[in-house]
Nanobody
Framework: QVQLLESGGGLVQAGGSLRLSCAAS????????MYWYRQPPGKQRELVTT???????IYSGSVKGRFTISRDNAKKTVALQMNSLQPEDTAVYYC??????????????WGQGTQVTVTS
């Protein structure tokens, strides 16, 4: 099977920065698109940003210019650099990835989430 493990969440003051990382492990043949989602308290999960297997990136309007997604294919990791954080960024952040294994092609796997709290 495939596991995704997030790290780097925590508490930060408004205006501060935080870097999240996510590492994939298991019997992985290839990884396509990778994603960061977030779920604020009492709200639905939303897509924050994604990077395709070809390197293209897409950001939601609320984070564009503040957040940056990056990936390291050799290490099978994806990172989210978050700058100029605001209280409305407070959420549980989840990474996800489209992964091909010896038995399943391009299945989407999810991490367990990491809490990011921004104080005013």
């Amino acid at each position: 099977q495939v596991q995704l493990l997030e790290s780097g969440g925590g508490l930060v003051q408004a205006g501060g920065s935080l870097r999240l990382s996510c590492a994939a492990s298991g019997r992985i043949l290839s990884i396509g698109a990778m994603y960061w989602y977030r779920q604020p308290p009492g709200k639905q999960r939303e897509l924050v940003t994604t990077t395709t297997g070809g390197g293209s990136t897409i950001y939601s309007g609320s984070v564009k210019g503040r957040f940056t997604i990056s990936r390291d294919n050799a290490k099978k990791t994806v990172a989210l650099q978050m700058n100029s954080l605001q209280p409305e960024d407070t959420a549980v952040y989840y990474c996800a990835a489209d992964v091909t294994t010896p038995t399943i092609s391009r299945n989407k796997y999810w991490g367990q989430g990491t809490q990011v709290t921004v104080t005013s």
